[in-house]
């Protein structure tokens, strides 16, 4: 799907294994798109190359932050959907957690545990 994040460079800030998927967060994202992200989590099947699914926190435009200053984002094969607008999701925590959340219900992992890995 063209609506995958196109990143250039970015530094991996976490990482965790959640069922039979590996979890990558990304941040200092330097996108070959015309979206500022603030951080990428991309969800690959073990043994796969190409993440299935991601959630990204991208920084809105000045002018478009009456709601919050960024969105949480998910992005698929079949959908690209803003799921929310807050200031929120600038932060670490508050994002990996509702990254992992969605994560879970997206891909059937309401069963397993997240374990971070670094």
Known sequence: MNAFPKIKTAIPQRRYRYGDYLVTVLGEIESGD??????????????????????????????????????????????????????????????????????SQLLGLEQEVPYQLA
């Open 34 to 103: 015309d979206r500022n992200y603030r951080f990428v989590a991309a969800f690959v099947r073990e043994g796969e190359s190409q993440p299935q699914l991601y959630v990204v926190s991208e920084r809105l435009p000045p002018g478009e932050r009456a709601n919050g200053s960024h969105v949480l984002r998910v992005i698929n094969s079949s959908m690209d959907e803003v799921m929310d607008v807050d200031d929120r999701w600038q932060q670490m925590s508050d994002y990996v957690d509702q990254a992992l959340q969605l994560g």
